[in-house]
Nanobody, 128 residues
Framework: QVQLVESGGGLVQAGGSLRLSCEAS????????MGWFRQVPGKEREFVAA?????????GYADSVKGRFSISRDNAKSTVYLQMTSLKPEDTAVYYC????????????????????WGQGTQVTVSS
């Protein structure tokens, strides 16, 4: 069983920045893809960003955050990060970290059903 613990959420003004962290308790971390999703009440959980096991050059983003958010990973620390800049009120949501189960994937998973494990979520609120 993989446990994911997110941190770094909070309240920020529009235009500000936040960095989310997600630490995973698995020895397979360096071999699996990791993703970030977000959800607002009454809506489906949506893809934000993902990064494959080899890290550099493997990231993918939702169009709504491209150019503003950056995902990265530190395999030595079993941690994935989401750096969020130029935040907008519409970025307000609960952000979830997710871990794939399959190892050494060559494709980048971006759908909720492709991820096996989920964190508890961290609230991000952007005020206007």
């Amino acid at each position: 069983q993989v446990q994911l613990v997110e941190s770094g959420g909070g309240l920020v003004q529009a235009g500000g920045s936040l960095r989310l962290s997600c630490e995973a308790s698995t020895h397979t971390f360096s071999r699996i893809a990791m993703g970030w999703f977000r959800q607002v009440p009454g809506k489906e959980r949506e893809f934000v960003a993902a990064i494959n096991w080899w890290g550099e050059g493997s990231a993918g983003y939702a169009d709504s955050v491209k150019g503003r958010f950056s995902i990265s990973r530190d395999n030595a620390k079993s941690t994935v990060y989401l750096q969020m800049t130029s935040l907008k009120p519409e970025d307000t949501a609960v952000y979830y970290c997710a871990a794939d189960r399959s190892e050494y994937l060559r494709t980048l998973p971006s759908r909720t059903y492709e991820y096996e494990y989920w964190g508890q979520g961290t609230q991000v609120t952007v005020s206007s």
